[in-house]
């Protein structure tokens, strides 16, 4: 099976704080040696808890939704906050007013750990930043569900703040945005 793409991500960063470089030509040079390699997987035991329930949360999307379950409460117990695992969860319910309410505590958590003040420090390149990906994507999740359910003046709020902490769009929100106001 193939590594997503947020594994990758992840062992990558993993794997660049093991290094010390000394210089950013170290950098560059060790850079170009991982071109047309795999990145090294790192063994699970080896995971402080937070990395492992991230792990936990990517097997989840690869196994059914009861296995899903098991997975995310396992997660759950290695770190409560664990943004992805309420992701997942919101995703799993197919009634949108239960998938927000998963949503809804991913959002204040990330509002949590992401404030105010880290948020303005770091708004027009967000979504560069890998540990704010799950915060966005449950942004993101839950103006989906608020669409749903046509709360669409809280729905096209939820998407400016995308727009606004990703000018650059990682995500598609200016499509989903002008989708919503056609619609309206």
Not at 126 to 151: D, K, N, V
Not at 156 to 174: C, F
Request: some cysteine; glycine content about 4%.
């Amino acid at each position: 099976m193939k590594k997503s793409s947020n594994k990758t991500i992840s062992d990558l960063q993993r794997l660049l704080m093991e290094q010390n470089f000394q210089s950013e030509e170290e950098l560059q040079k060790f850079m170009e040696s991982l071109i047309g390699k795999e990145i090294p997987s790192f063994p699970f035991d080896s995971l402080d808890p937070k990395e492992q329930a991230k792990e936990l949360i990517m097997d989840a999307y690869d196994l059914s939704p009861v296995q899903a379950r098991v997975n995310i409460e396992q997660a759950l117990q290695l770190d409560i906050n664990c943004i992805d695992a309420y992701i997942l969860l919101g995703l799993l319910e197919s009634v949108p007013q239960i998938g927000m309410v998963f949503f809804e505590k991913g959002i204040a958590i990330g509002r949590s750990i992401f404030d105010k003040k880290y948020r303005a420090k770091h708004k027009g390149h967000f979504w560069g930043l890998h540990e704010t990906r799950p915060f966005m994507r449950c942004l993101q999740s839950y103006a989906e569900c608020l669409f749903a359910i046509w709360r669409v003046e809280e729905c096209v709020a939820i998407y400016e703040e995308l727009i606004e902490l990703n000018p650059n769009d990682s995500q598609g929100v200016v499509n989903q945005l002008m989708h919503c106001l056609i619609t309206v």
